[in-house]
């Protein structure tokens, strides 16, 4: 891989420990994956935050890069961590979890990391342009910027994008280049769509599809009218988690879609497979739900006016954490949505989520509008699921 003089430097270790150490992760990825060169970036989203994945090892390697000088070059952003940076006590978080969680979040911060903890950093000040390099890790995020805004981003894992962060490059090969961002199947889309929970269901059903090919594929979807914000979201998070999806085009929807013709093979989307998908994401009856979450990803200032103006008045019966960004929440103070909803009882967990918060064991099953919840709720925290739409959602919390 050519590396300009500067880039070299770096790696020569004229820049200091944590900057060499960078350059070197980057260089290896870039033999591995026959990169020719780097490219520079204007924004890095780094995930792997939560001490609950990261453990001792994550928080030891994070410390010696701040120590060894690290500091980032381009706007970095935060991914969710596993608790309230505020708030903890009220979600139940462990103090010994919190002392460690905190570490984490203050070696970030003292290599210059924004410490926005939120997986939608798109509403949070890190909105790339179209056609910007960037290194992003979250693979709900990845998806977004690729398809929804146009950027430029592999599927970053956290010791790459910090590496980026820390140098201002990544290598230049996969999504980077034009030429790997064609679509190589098509999907039409042969039913309406009317709520994020549908596009999460969707997302579940193309990428289940992909999956069974067995190869890695950029999906062109036709038939989809039109998508909210909310609703590319659910997609975009459904379809990274079920389908590995970093990039699809959406006829209409998306930017890219125009520069191409829809690939001549793929398969179709009606309504018993949505149905299907749907179905498959539930496996607990109302009567065990004992969580509900809402904010995977993190709620958008629309979604919480929605949720307030359901919950004015009500108590909810359930543990009900509201998940979603320090800004958005910020917003929601001021709007008097917050004394809405803390009044009905539900709880705002900020910074973190039901997925990377350490909550196993501790629930039987969650219910929640998102497919990606779903998925980790079973996997990672072994509780069962109702998929419902948002109201419903929240209906299940007033029950
Ligand atoms: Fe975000 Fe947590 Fe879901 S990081 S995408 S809310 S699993």
């Known amino acids: 891989m050519r590396l300009t003089p500067d880039q070299q430097a770096m790696l020569d270790g004229q820049y200091g420990y944590a900057v060499r150490k960078a350059m070197e992760i980057l260089a290896a990825l870039g033999e591995i994956y026959g990169a020719e060169d780097m490219v520079p970036i204007s924004s890095v989203q780094i995930a792997g935050v939560s001490y609950d994945n990261l453990g001792e090892a994550g928080l030891s390697f994070l410390a010696e890069m701040a120590a060894g000088g690290g500091q980032v070059r381009v706007l970095t952003t935060l991914n969710p961590a596993g608790m309230d940076v505020d708030n903890w006590q009220a979600l139940g ?12 979040i203050n070696a970030f911060a003292r290599m210059g990391v924004i410490t926005t903890c939120t997986c939608t950093p798109y509403l949070s000040g890190n909105l790339p342009l179209y056609g910007q390099h960037i290194a992003w890790a979250e693979s709900s995020a990845v998806c977004y910027a690729n398809s929804v805004l146009g950027a430029r981003t592999n599927r ?6 910090l590496a980026a962060a820390l140098t201002g490059f990544t290598p230049a090969y996969g999504l980077h ?7 190589t199947l098509t999907v039409q889309v042969e039913v309406p769509l009317n709520s994020p929970a549908d596009f999460g269901a969707l997302g579940r059903c193309i990428g289940e ?4 090919t067995g190869q890695k594929h950029i999906p062109y ?8 914000l909310e609703e590319l979201k659910s997609f975009c998070a459904s379809l990274a988690t079920y389908g590995g999806a970093a990039l699809f085009h959406m006829a209409g929807v998306t930017p890219e879609a125009a520069l191409f013709q829809p690939p001549p093979t793929g398969f179709s989307v009606a309504q018993t497979a949505l149905d299907a998908a749907r179905h498959a994401l539930s496996d607990a009856d109302a009567a065990e739900v004992d969580f509900v979450s ?14 307030a103006q359901l919950l004015a008045g009500k108590q909810v019966k359930k543990t ?14 001021r709007m008097g949505y917050t004394r809405i909803i803390e ?3 539900a709880t705002f967990a900020v910074d973190t989520c039901c997925v990377v918060a350490p909550i196993k064991g501790r629930f039987t099953a969650l219910a929640t509008d998102s497919a990606k919840a779903c998925y980790y709720a079973c996997s990672k925290n072994k509780m069962k699921t109702l998929f419902l739409p948002f109201d419903e959602v929240v209906a299940e919390a007033l029950r």
């Open 93 to 104: 978080i462990d103090p010994d979890f919190a002392a460690q969680q905190q570490r984490v």
């Open 156 to 161: 970053e894992g956290g010791p790459s994008a």
């Open 177 to 183: 280049l034009p030429a790997n961002r064609r679509p």
């Open 209 to 212: 599809q992909i999956e069974a």
């Open 221 to 228: 979807i036709t038939g989809v009218a039109a998508a909210s």
């Open 294 to 307: 809402l904010g995977c990803p993190h709620l958008t200032i629309a979604e919480i006016a929605r949720l």
């Open 320 to 333: 009900f954490w509201i998940t979603t960004s320090r800004p958005v929440k910020h917003l929601a103070d």
């Open 343 to 345: 009044a009905s009882g």
